[in-house]
């Protein structure tokens, strides 16, 4: 029963997407919100300029609805999801403002092309990402870590609420980094989120689980827009708060120490962007990879861009599916 409705509220999310998805490109694409592509940048992505942004919008509305419609039922007496999915579904709208302002400053305000300057938005993520930990220790009680295969708890203590915020900050900037290809985060972050609806089922997380079902869903119905050629964008609309959702369910679940395996592309995107920063300034010009993010390195090599989100998507697949394995034990 309870996997039953996780998969029917995927469909839903699918087809709500999907419906809302066109009336919301015709309005992108009218108040001609379009992506302003940077001028050191690969050649081949000029083509994408004007291509409509904040896309992320497809999915941040169809799961903020079915999360809202199911908790609503409960007035009836019929808990569908539980209070407990407030925390996640704040956190994808708290950072979806976040980055919608980000986008907007990047199409429209005075730093076009640049969006919000870096500092701010990471001092405003570092600050959201504080409170959802401390809400996360204090009010929820969630396990603060289970070792996987063991499924033993292990406290933290007062390590907890700096290490949960910088899970939430890292992985909202890895999602970041990855959406730069047509489909590559859409597949990486449905893929994930699959991944963490299976393991909270495994845990009797039904709530967890249904809410990251949803979003598989909702993901689904932004790609049938987003696969290459992608008729529009995410932006950081959709990629800061799926980051950061994406660490919050997997310390939700207390299994956050597989995010590494689970979000292996993100992960590796953000590493490779920090260390093409680091090596750059250690040799004083030169360049460990052609260019970063790591997607850009292999565009550079001479890898289309179809196959560089196909193969690292199936990377992101097996990842998920080996999380999936030790999770369980």
């Known amino acids: 029963m309870e996997t039953s409705l996780a998969l029917a509220l995927s469909g839903l999310g699918f087809i709500l997407s ?15 919100l379009g992506k302003v592509i940077r001028v050191e940048g690969p050649e081949s992505h000029i083509t994408k300029m004007g291509t409509p942004t904040m896309g992320g919008l497809v999915i941040i509305g169809t799961v903020a609805l079915v999360t809202i419609l199911l908790n609503a039922v409960s007035i009836l007496g019929l808990n569908l999801l539980g209070r407990s999915v407030l925390l996640p579904l704040s956190v994808l709208l708290a950072y979806s403002l976040l980055g919608a302002i980000d986008d907007w400053e990047g199409i429209r305000g005075p730093r076009r092309g640049l969006g919000m300057r870096a500092r701010t938005k990471f001092i405003l993520q570092v600050v959201l990402a504080v409170i959802t930990a401390y809400i996360l220790k204090n009010t929820l009680n969630v396990p ?53 609806g299976a393991i909270a089922l495994m845990q009797g997380n039904t709530i967890v689980a249904r809410f990251c079902f949803t979003l598989v869903g909702a993901l689904f119905g932004f790609l049938w827009f987003n696969v290459h050629p992608a008729m ?28 590494p395996l689970i979000a292996i592309i993100p992960l590796s ?27 850009h390195h292999f565009e550079l090599v001479g890898w289309s861009e179809t196959q560089i989100v196909q193969r690292f998507w199936l990377i992101g697949l ?12």
Not at 158 to 177: G, H, R
Not at 270 to 283: C, E, G, M, P, R
Request: charged share 10%; hydrophobic share 60%; with cysteine.
């Open 232 to 259: 529009m964008i995410m932006g950081d609309t959709g990629s800061l708060p799926l980051g950061a959702v994406l660490a919050v369910v997997a310390l939700m679940t207390g299994q956050w120490v597989l995010l």
């Open 144 to 196: 603060d870590m289970i070792w996987p295969g063991l499924n033993v708890e292990i406290e933290l203590g007062i390590w907890y609420i700096p290490l949960a915020t910088f899970i939430i900050v890292a992985m909202s900037n890895a999602v970041n980094f990855t959406d730069g290809l047509d489909g590559l985060a859409g597949l990486i972050c449905a893929t994930a989120f699959a991944a963490y």
């Open 18 to 32: 999907v419906i809302w998805g066109g009336p919301l490109l015709r309005t992108l694409k009218h108040f001609k």
């Open 318 to 329: 097996l990842g998920a599916i080996l999380g999936i394995a030790v999770a369980l034990g």
């Open 269 to 295: 995107e953000a590493v490779s962007d920090v260390l093409q920063i680091l090596y750059f300034k250690w040799t004083h010009g030169k360049r460990l990879f052609k260019m970063a993010p790591l997607h």
